[in-house]
């Protein structure tokens, strides 16, 4: 089975990326290249759905350590959303993402963003 990589609702400074399918070592590298090609440097928060993939392997969680490691680099942040159930098994047992970068959707997310904006500006009051 090949990956399916969509883009989904983005905005200036967000990036909703779907992944569909596997994510394997055969696969893995569509996904960077597709990153390389389409993330614009602007991009400071990455949202990556993952409801319908059906399996990750050590070369996807590699991937999605490298896409986590690059949005660190330019002060941003990877977040995972809609984790499949085999999929949330296998981020689950390897403890491969921060727990605080994976919610159940894409609402518990806008929240928990909301929030973290609402912190910010407190702060600078």
Not at 35 to 46: G, K, M
Not at 106 to 112: F, H, K, N, R
């Amino acid at each position: 089975m090949t990956l399916k990589i969509s883009t989904k609702l983005s905005e200036a400074t967000t990036s909703y990326l779907v992944l569909d399918g596997k994510l394997d070592a055969i696969t893995a590298p569509e996904l960077e290249e597709f990153v390389d090609r389409n993330l614009d440097p602007a991009i400071a928060t990455l949202i990556l759905d993952l409801q319908a993939l059906s399996f990750v392997s050590s070369a996807g969680l590699r991937i999605f350590a490298k896409l986590r490691k690059m949005m660190k680099s330019r002060d941003g942040k990877a977040f995972f959303v809609n984790l499949s159930p085999q999929v949330k098994k296998v981020f689950d047992i390897v403890k491969a993402v921060p727990i605080a970068e994976v919610f159940q959707d894409i609402e518990e997310l806008d929240a928990y963003l909301a929030n973290m904006q609402r912190k910010d500006t407190e702060e600078q009051d």
